[in-house]
């Protein structure tokens, strides 16, 4: 049984991560020196591949490949991971001439990637190799050699990927952003293809989730409080918003009544209870500003307006069913 020693576990700990660190350090300044050009290369191939983008990587580069893989999908670049080992047997049938693929080798020598370069060269399918000896097969085989600086791995006693597998990784989220940058893509973007969890939800809009049409009730300013006390019925959002030349001016609440409750008050008319000028917020606003308003205000729904024209209404309860707290 192995006896942890507090100091040194955090030295340890503290010694591999600030290995990584100095590391990362030197691929940032290698992309302004010679990997300059080839990750250009690299991107711009990856910009111009009309099918996938075909990851690929054995044992520990394998899993860095399959994050970076989702990394390239969940920005817009579609890709997959494709085994290197299954490739051989059958799996190359998933690399057409219009991919491009992306293998991981930090020897640049894996023979299990060897099938699949051949395939790519035999299709002319574009290779970006990501590696750290520039001499090595893959590197060779590569129409754009990313080699890394060898920065050597945390431990000399056993060297485990561990600090070549941190650059792999940061180099995949590198092209990524790069990617990402290029096109254009956007927090709408990504939203669009991240519909669930709690950030599918943060990148929701107002509009993905309002209520429109009969739900959410407007009257005149001049509509009887009876007449308005059906519409906020019929709407089942406790509210209506009072609406005069097409522009929103106030909002009858459930709250309104209950303060202004009395017997005259069946005599009077929306404009004589609303609630003037209330919050509204734009209909392309994220959901996470619309839930912070409504606490900070202490209130339970909000009118989304166009130019001061209602469009919708969006309740606290779409928020909660949409995922955001």
């Given at each position: 049984?192995?006896?942890?020693?507090?100091?040194?576990?955090?030295?340890?700990?503290?010694?591999?991560?600030?290995?990584?660190?100095r590391?990362?350090?030197?691929l940032?300044?290698?992309?302004?020196?010679?990997?300059?050009?080839?990750?250009?290369?690299?991107?711009q191939?990856?910009a111009?591949?009309?099918?996938?983008?075909?990851?690929?990587?054995?044992?520990?580069?394998?899993?860095?490949?399959?994050?970076?893989?989702?990394?390239?999908?969940s920005?817009?670049?579609?890709a997959?991971?494709v085994?290197?080992?299954?490739?051989?047997?059958?799996?190359?049938?998933?690399?057409?001439e219009?991919?491009?693929?992306?293998?991981?080798?930090?020897?640049?020598?894996?023979?299990?990637?060897?099938?699949?370069?051949?395939?790519?060269?035999?299709?002319?399918?574009p290779?970006?190799?990501?590696?750290?000896?520039?001499?090595?097969?893959?590197?060779?085989?590569?129409?754009?050699?990313?080699?890394?600086?060898d920065?050597?791995?945390?431990?000399?006693?056993a060297p485990?990927?561990?600090?070549?597998?941190?650059?792999?990784?940061?180099?995949?989220?590198?092209?990524?952003?790069?990617?990402?940058?290029?096109?254009?893509?956007?927090?709408?973007?990504?939203?669009?293809?991240?519909?669930?969890?709690k950030?599918?939800?943060?990148?929701?809009?107002?509009?993905?989730?309002?209520?429109?049409?009969?739900?959410?009730p407007?009257?005149?300013?001049?509509?009887?409080?009876?007449?308005?006390?059906?519409?906020?019925?019929?709407?089942?959002?406790?509210?209506?918003?009072?609406?005069?030349?097409?522009?929103?001016?106030?909002?009858?609440?459930?709250?309104?009544?209950?303060?202004k409750?009395?017997?005259?008050m069946?005599?009077?008319?929306?404009?004589?209870?609303?609630?003037?000028?209330?919050?509204t917020?734009?209909?392309?606003?994220?959901?996470?500003?619309?839930?912070?308003?409504?606490?900070?205000?202490?209130?339970n729904?909000?009118?989304?307006?166009?130019?001061?024209?209602?469009v919708?209404?969006v309740?606290?309860?779409?928020?909660?069913?949409?995922?955001?707290r």
């Open positions: 049984m192995s006896i942890i020693i507090p100091a040194a576990a955090i030295a340890a700990g503290q010694e591999t991560i600030r290995a990584e660190a590391a990362l350090d030197a940032a300044e290698a992309l302004a020196g010679p990997l300059n050009e080839p990750f250009v290369h690299a991107a191939l990856l111009d591949t009309k099918g996938r983008v075909i990851v690929s990587g054995m044992g520990k580069s394998g899993h860095i490949a399959r994050k970076i893989a989702a990394t390239l999908a920005t817009g670049t579609p997959v991971f085994h290197p080992a299954e490739a051989s047997h059958g799996d190359l049938g998933m690399i057409v219009a991919d491009c693929v992306l293998a991981i080798s930090r020897s640049g020598e894996t023979a299990e990637l060897s099938d699949m370069l051949y395939h790519c060269r035999r299709l002319h399918v290779i970006i190799g990501m590696t750290f000896k520039p001499g090595s097969s893959l590197a060779k085989a590569s129409t754009a050699a990313l080699v890394m600086p920065c050597g791995e945390a431990s000399e006693e485990a990927p561990t600090i070549s597998t941190t650059m792999c990784l940061a180099m995949g989220d590198a092209l990524a952003v790069a990617l990402l940058k290029a096109r254009g893509f956007t927090a709408a973007h990504f939203g669009a293809i991240h519909p669930g969890g950030l599918g939800a943060a990148l929701k809009r107002v509009r993905d989730v309002m209520r429109e049409g009969g739900d959410d407007l009257i005149s300013p001049e509509t009887s409080v009876p007449e308005a006390m059906k519409a906020m019925s019929v709407g089942g959002i406790g509210a209506a918003g009072v609406v005069e030349n097409g522009k929103l001016i106030g909002i009858v609440t459930d709250g309104d009544l209950r303060r409750l009395s017997p005259e069946f005599a009077k008319r929306a404009r004589d209870i609303m609630t003037a000028n209330p919050q917020i734009a209909p392309d606003a994220p959901l996470v500003d619309a839930i912070a308003i409504m606490n900070e205000k202490r209130i729904l909000l009118f989304a307006v166009e130019d001061g024209r209602p919708g209404v309740h606290m309860h779409d928020l909660l069913a949409a995922g955001v």
